[in-house]
């Protein structure tokens, strides 16, 4: 069965201590990774895609990796409005076309 | 302007009652999609449209329908709300291309009592 898992549940962290979050995935054939940003009260925006194992993308304090079975987002010295939950999402093929299947997220906490 | 917008954001509503969530995007995409959030299940799919004539159900589908009025609007319509209904609801687009990224909307919170 496709799926898609983040670890940890919920993270707290100090202004400038660095820490990574989980996205394992069990698909068949990866189609791409995408990572969002999901502020409290608002849409998912989106961060990164990864298409293969190897990638990295880096976006100020972010960076995105990619393995053959999960992929790290690596944040470097934080700051208190990286505060926020991360989701990442895979394509997966159905009935001739795709949808994406995303993770329960990570709920990033920065403190001060 | 946003993108994608969508009306209303908040909505408390009694069981049984008729609901209609809208969204419009300007971003020119063909694909739409409605999802709805709930805590601990993270974002799951209703419905999603390629383009107007087509209309695909998704994970959680039942007690939900949809209508695609133009490539800009895309509604969600639940017939008779009931409590377990109530959750986060995210209307996204993304590029007609393959394995492109989903542009959300603010979303809409609904209560339904």
């Not at chain 1, 979050?21 to 990774?33: A, D, E, K, P």
């Not at chain 2, 390629?50 to 589908?61: A, C, L, M, R, T």
């Amino acid at each position: 069965e496709d799926q898609v898992t983040q670890s940890p549940e919920a993270l707290r962290l100090q202004e400038g201590e660095s820490s990574s979050l989980n996205c394992s995935y069990t698909v068949s054939g990866l189609r791409g990774l995408f990572w969002y940003r999901q502020d409290p009260g608002k849409g998912p925006e989106f961060l990164f895609t990864l298409y293969s194992a190897g990638e990295e993308k880096e976006k100020e304090r972010l960076k995105a990796t990619l393995t053959k079975k999960e992929s790290f987002l690596h944040i470097t010295a934080p700051k208190p409005e990286d505060s926020a939950t991360y989701l990442c999402a895979v394509p997966i093929p159905t009935s001739g076309t795709y949808k994406y299947i995303f993770g329960t997220g990570t709920r990033l906490k920065v403190l001060a | 302007d946003a993108d994608v917008t969508q009306t209303p954001r908040n909505r408390i509503t009694k069981t049984g009652k008729r609901i209609m969530l809208e969204c419009s995007q300007t971003k020119g995409h063909d694909r739409m999609y409605w999802y709805r959030q709930d805590p601990g299940l993270g974002l799951r799919l209703i419905y999603y449209s390629f383009d107007v004539k087509d209309i695909n159900k998704g994970e959680i589908s039942d007690g939900y329908s949809v209508s695609r009025q133009a490539q800009a609007k895309f509604s969600l319509s639940l017939e008779s709300a009931i409590p377990n209904q109530t959750a986060l609801y995210f209307c996204a687009t993304s590029d007609p291309d393959y394995y492109n990224e989903q542009f959300f909307g603010p979303g809409t919170r609904l209560t339904v009592l």
